[in-house]
């Protein structure tokens, strides 16, 4: 099964905000609410930022945010901050093999 | 709180086997299902398997099904990933990761090396 489909890069302003997306099908994001978000900096291990779709784990910034439409989740970043410069990924609870998928990630930028 | 600790990463020969660790402290280990995820070097994360807290529900990327296994050992609060028949498409930093239970993982070890060498 295909990974999920992010944008590769997107960029912002400090104090922007950005949102990115990640596109599945009825199989993984259509069918389930199991949608999670991960930052990754540069040499480091990825960091949860959403789970659930719209959840937050304790300790995560309220400038996080999570949404789904449909077969599309999307993650909403606000008041962009130069720390936020990373990579990050979706992924989404799958019936199918393999159980879970990862999307191909996305880099923001802050300019 | 919360640590995961992997190690056992080398450079392998192609074809040769490998068994990866990660140790766990800080929380009840038994309670919580466990992941490994991979990521080759420049690239994105690929989610390779998934051990239910009583290893009753184990689960495997189809790039891995048949060679790799997955154990633990909640007496000794450790997760295991043992590799076979390894190529220079396993080559990747390898992961372990805590299940919340929601099929999100919410913590996360640092990584050990997997190298595989043709």
């Known amino acids: 099964q295909s990974a999920l489909s992010q944008p590769a890069s997107v960029s912002g302003s400090p104090g922007q905000s950005i949102t990115i997306s990640c596109t599945g099908t009825?199989?993984?994001?259509?069918?389930?609410?199991?949608v999670s978000w991960y930052q990754q900096h540069p040499g480091k291990a990825p960091k949860l930022l959403i789970y659930?779709?719209?959840g937050r784990p304790s300790g995560i910034s309220n400038r996080f945010s999570g949404s789904k439409s449909g077969t599309t989740a999307s993650l909403t970043i606000s008041g962009l901050q130069a720390d936020d410069e990373a990579v990050y990924y979706c992924?989404?609870?799958?019936?199918?093999?393999?159980?879970?998928?990862f999307g191909g990630g996305t880099t923001l930028t802050v300019l | 709180e919360v640590q995961l600790v992997e190690s056992g990463g080398d450079l392998v020969q192609r074809g040769g086997s490998l068994r990866l660790s990660c140790a766990a402290s800080?929380?009840?280990?038994?309670?919580?299902?466990m992941n490994w995820v991979r990521q080759a070097p420049g690239k994105g994360l690929e989610w390779i398997s998934y051990?239910?807290?009583?290893?009753?529900?184990?689960n495997y990327a189809d790039s891995v099904k048949g060679r790799f296994t997955v154990s633990r050992d909640n007496a000794k609060n450790s997760l295991y990933l043992q590799m076979g028949s390894l190529s220079a498409e396993d080559t990747a930093l390898y992961y372990c990761?805590?299940?919340?239970?929601?099929?999100?993982?919410?913590?996360w070890g640092h990584g050990t090396l997997v190298t595989v060498s043709s």
């Open positions: 992924s989404s609870y799958t019936a199918r093999s393999p159980v879970v998928l």
């Open positions: 800080g929380f009840t280990f038994s309670t919580y299902a």
């Open positions: 051990i239910s807290g009583t290893s009753g529900t184990i």
């Open positions: 659930g779709v719209g």
């Open positions: 009825r199989s993984d994001i259509g069918d389930y609410n199991l």
């Open positions: 990761a805590r299940d919340n239970n929601v099929w999100s993982f919410d913590f």
